[in-house]
């Protein structure tokens, strides 16, 4: 799969990486010395894969241009037809450069960690301030539903299936 996109050498390794839960991740590590991050994306994600990619590449194009810091935009790798994904046999894939020198958290150690990520949430928030949100297509109906969400959110801590709401 990895030879579908613009890497940078010749492929020599691919592992699992991360814990996710949705889609497949791998650290691949070329002759070249960079390392990228290969990625089968769930179909139980989006129906509308194509779409997903487009937003993904639009957005973080548009991040690139606005926040100062090139390592805070993660940074698509184009597949050969210049798309940046690929549909194979095997699924759906993209790849991101490997953001050298950062840790990803499965889940936060101290208050800073949840600070941190704070900060790293409003400043994505702010940077996004200005993008045109008509040029974005809607791949999961209602994912971005705030009101709806909240509602359902509202009706889960009423039924309380897990017996842990009055704990939180």
Request: proline share 7%; aromatic share 12%; net charge negative.
């Amino acid at each position: 799969i990895a030879s579908h996109f613009a890497i940078e050498g010749r492929f020599l390794l691919g592992e699992p990486y991360g814990c996710g839960h949705i889609n497949r991740t791998y650290l691949v590590q070329t002759g070249s010395g960079k390392r990228y991050i290969l990625q089968r994306v769930s179909e139980l994600m989006t129906p509308d894969m194509e779409g997903l990619m487009r937003n993904v590449s639009d957005i973080t194009q548009y991040l690139r241009r606005v926040e100062p810091d090139p390592r805070r935009v993660p940074m698509l790798i184009p597949a050969a037809d210049g798309k940046y994904y690929v549909h194979h046999e095997s699924g759906w894939w993209r790849v991101f450069v490997f953001a050298e020198h950062t840790i990803c958290l499965q889940l936060p150690r101290t208050d800073q960690d949840f600070y941190e990520a704070a900060l790293a949430f409003g400043r994505f928030s702010e940077n996004l301030k200005a993008y045109p949100i008509d040029r974005l297509g809607e791949t999961i109906p209602d994912f971005h539903n705030t009101p709806k969400r909240y509602e359902a959110f509202h009706e889960v801590i009423e039924k309380d299936p897990e017996g842990r709401a009055a704990s939180v």
